[in-house]
């Protein structure tokens, strides 16, 4: 993939005695964008309810926040490290045009020496004010979401999202581990939970944006295999999660309230699921194949359960 010049539409480049004009308050939010805060709002929401399961109540708040500043950190980080590494193509989609490399609002170098300070503060952060144990899974999460997903499996193979998806289920492991030091089976299910979510939450939206990924090579499932087929692994993964996120119960970590929404939420998030793969199986496409419900059903699915995860102790 050969390298694309990085400025906005109808602005010229930089050249001698003409630098291009990047305002402070523009740089700040340039920065900001790096860190891909929308995404990092949808893993705090993962971690903060944990945290509330595993003290069986109220967590400390100056450890909750301690935990939430670090893990801001740490995905601000890979975040940014993910732009770096994919600028190139990042300037030849539609969705990702408008990005801080690709519009020259930061520059490569200080990207990546802001992702590497990210990285190397969530590290220390971690270590000192919440736990090693804590400190090493963010790494982890940092290195996995960098290293295997970025930089190996996402332009190489279909199943990209799938395991690449790890990195995102790590800060349920954190938010647990934040508050009793070690990793115990509820977080492993949850962990689990966000495993099995991820492909059908994402895939619906590479359905939407498939062009995108096909023109720059990036091998989506959307694009190398028809929406009937994609629908169908949605579905899978739809049925193997709800039925994961109904553990807990039998297991003794949650109560009645948590159990009745994992139900609720799971069977209409089945329905949606069933009615994607029925519109793709007759052919339905355009507008009308209506793949961004379930994309957006799966970002409020996630934030009701993980909700009844921290509403539930105070219902035992």
């Known amino acids: 993939?050969?390298?694309?010049?990085?400025?906005?539409?109808?602005?010229l480049a930089e050249s001698p005695g003409h630098p291009v004009h990047r305002p402070f308050g523009a740089r700040v939010k340039g920065f900001v964008a790096l860190t891909k805060p929308r995404v990092i709002e949808l893993l705090l929401m993962t971690t903060v309810p944990v945290m509330f399961l595993a003290a069986e109540g109220v967590p400390d708040l100056w450890l909750v926040l301690a935990t939430c500043v670090g893990g801001y950190l740490s995905a601000g980080g890979a975040g940014a490290f993910n732009?770096?590494?994919?600028?190139?193509?990042?300037?030849?989609?539609?969705?990702?045009?408008?990005?801080?490399?690709?519009?020259?609002?930061?520059?490569?170098?200080?990207?990546?020496?802001?992702?590497a300070a990210l990285t190397l503060g969530s590290t220390v952060w971690f270590w000192y004010l919440v736990?090693?144990?804590?400190?090493?899974?963010?790494?982890?999460?940092?290195?996995?979401?960098?290293?295997?997903?970025?930089?190996?499996?996402?332009?190489?193979t279909a199943q990209n999202i799938v395991w690449g998806g790890i990195a995102g289920c790590l800060p349920v492991l954190?938010?647990?581990?934040?508050?009793?030091?070690?990793?115990?089976?509820?977080?492993?299910?949850?962990?689990?939970?966000?495993?099995f979510?991820?492909?059908?939450?994402?895939?619906?939206?590479?359905?939407?944006?498939k062009d995108d990924y096909e023109r720059v090579g990036v091998p989506?499932?959307?694009?190398?295999?028809?929406?009937?087929?994609?629908?169908?692994?949605?579905?899978?993964?739809?049925?193997?999660?709800?039925?994961?996120?109904?553990?807990?119960?039998?297991?003794?970590?949650?109560?009645?309230?948590?159990?009745?929404?994992?139900?609720l939420c799971g069977a209409f998030w089945l329905k949606e699921a069933h009615a994607l793969q029925a519109r793709a199986k007759a052919g339905i496409t355009g507008a009308k194949l209506?793949?961004?419900?379930?994309?957006?059903?799966?970002?409020?699915?996630?934030?009701?359960l993980f909700t009844a995860v921290a509403i539930d102790p105070f219902l035992r």
């Open 1 to 11: 993939m050969t390298a694309v010049e990085s400025r906005p539409a109808g602005v």
């Open 83 to 115: 732009m770096y590494y994919d600028r190139d193509i990042d300037a030849m989609m539609d969705r990702t045009s408008q990005r801080p490399l690709v519009t020259g609002m930061v520059s490569p170098r200080e990207c990546l020496v802001f992702a």
């Open 131 to 156: 736990n090693p144990l804590s400190a090493m899974l963010s790494l982890g999460a940092n290195a996995f979401y960098v290293v295997v997903y970025t930089m190996i499996l996402k332009r190489r």
């Open 174 to 195: 954190i938010g647990w581990s934040a508050v009793k030091n070690e990793v115990s089976w509820a977080s492993l299910i949850l962990f689990l939970v966000i495993f």
């Open 197 to 209: 979510w991820t492909p059908p939450h994402y895939w619906p939206l590479s359905m939407k944006v």
């Open 220 to 263: 989506m499932l959307p694009v190398i295999a028809g929406n009937k087929a994609v629908a169908k692994q949605i579905v899978l993964y739809s049925w193997v999660m709800v039925g994961v996120s109904l553990l807990l119960q039998p297991l003794g970590y949650t109560g009645w309230f948590y159990t009745a929404v994992a139900v």
């Open 290 to 304: 209506k793949e961004m419900r379930l994309f957006h059903w799966s970002i409020t699915y996630v934030s009701l």
